[in-house]
C-alpha cells in the first residue's frame, strides 16, 4: 500500500514563528502537493512539486515556500506563521504519467493523514 | 474544470446500497469524473474515476449517463466505516492540467446501523 506520511498530527505555533510542515512517501512518486483544507472552502491547492528540486505555486502560495530536496521527501514552510494559516494541512502524491499513460493510477492522488495546525 | 454540484447531506442504511449523485451539466469532452471521500480527520481517498463508460472496482461502481451530465457513485452494501464526505470532482486527464484536484463541498454520507 502507498503510505504517505506527516510529521506532526497536531501542531500549536505562536504569530511569527517558523514553521516546517514534512511530508514522506514511500512510492517513489514523482508528484507531491501541499493543500489546505477549511471549512466551507474545500481543499486549496498551495504548491506541489513534479522532480526533485523542481515547485510549483498552486492556487494560494502567498505566506508559504517549499522545498524538495529528495525525491519521497515534501516540506511546507511558514515563514513567519500568522493566525489566518491556522488549518488542515494535507499532503498527498502521485505518479507522473505521460500523454500515453492510460492505467487508473494517473491522477490518482494519495493522501496523507493531515496536520492541524493552530497558530495562535 | 467543470463544476460539479452534490446533494449536501445523505443517510444509508447499513447493509443496504447508497447511491450518490453528482451533477456537471458543463462537463466537456476530455473530462473525466472522479470521486473521493474523505472519512472523518483522515485524508481524502480516491474512489473511482472514469469518463464514458461505467466503471467498477472493488470499492464502488460509477454510472455515467449517456449525455454525461450527471454520475452517480453507488456503494453497494455500506458499512457503518463508509460514513464520510463523498467529494465528485471533474476535470481533465492531462499533464498539463498540472494534477490539481479541487474539491467542492461534497456529500457528507451517514451510515446508521
Known amino acids: 500500500d502507498v503510505k504517505v506520511t506527516q510529521s506532526s498530527r497536531y501542531l500549536v505555533k505562536r504569530t511569527g514563528e517558523k514553521v516546517f510542515l514534512e511530508c514522506v512517501q514511500d512510492?517513489?512518486?514523482?508528484?507531491m502537493f501541499w493543500y489546505r483544507q477549511d471549512p466551507g472552502l474545500g481543499l486549496r491547492l498551495i504548491y506541489f512539486?513534479?522532480?526533485?528540486?523542481?515547485?510549483e505555486k498552486g492556487d494560494i502560495p502567498e505566506g508559504y515556500s517549499v522545498s524538495r530536496e529528495k525525491k519521497e521527501r515534501f516540506s511546507l514552510i511558514l515563514e513567519s506563521a500568522s493566525t489566518n494559516q491556522t488549518s488542515m494541512y494535507l499532503c498527498?502524491?502521485?505518479?507522473?504519467?505521460?500523454?500515453?499513460?492510460?492505467?487508473?493510477?494517473?491522477?490518482?492522488?494519495?493522501f496523507g493523514p493531515g496536520t492541524r495546525l493552530t497558530v495562535l | 474544470d467543470a463544476k460539479t454540484t452534490q446533494p449536501t447531506s445523505m443517510d444509508c442504511a447499513e447493509g443496504r446500497a447508497a447511491n450518490l449523485p453528482c451533477n456537471h451539466s458543463t462537463i466537456s469532452g476530455n473530462e473525466y469524473v472522479y470521486w473521493y471521500r474523505q472519512i472523518h480527520s483522515q485524508g481524502p481517498q480516491y474512489i473511482i474515476h472514469?469518463?464514458?463508460n461505467n466503471e467498477t472496482n472493488e470499492m464502488a461502481s460509477l454510472i455515467i449517463t449517456e449525455d454525461r451530465k450527471s454520475s452517480t457513485l453507488i456503494l453497494p452494501h455500506a458499512t457503518l466505516r463508509d460514513t464520510a464526505v463523498y467529494y465528485c470532482?471533474?476535470?481533465?486527464?492531462?499533464?498539463?492540467?498540472?494534477?490539481?484536484?479541487?474539491f467542492g463541498g461534497g456529500t457528507r454520507v451517514l451510515v446508521k446501523p
Open positions: 512510492m517513489d512518486h514523482e508528484n
Open positions: 512539486s513534479y522532480d526533485v528540486k523542481m515547485k
Open positions: 498527498a502524491s502521485s505518479f507522473y504519467v505521460g500523454l500515453a499513460g492510460a492505467d487508473r493510477s494517473y491522477n490518482e492522488q494519495f
Open positions: 470532482i471533474v476535470r481533465v486527464r492531462n499533464k498539463a492540467a498540472g494534477n490539481k484536484l479541487t
Open positions: 472514469g469518463l464514458k
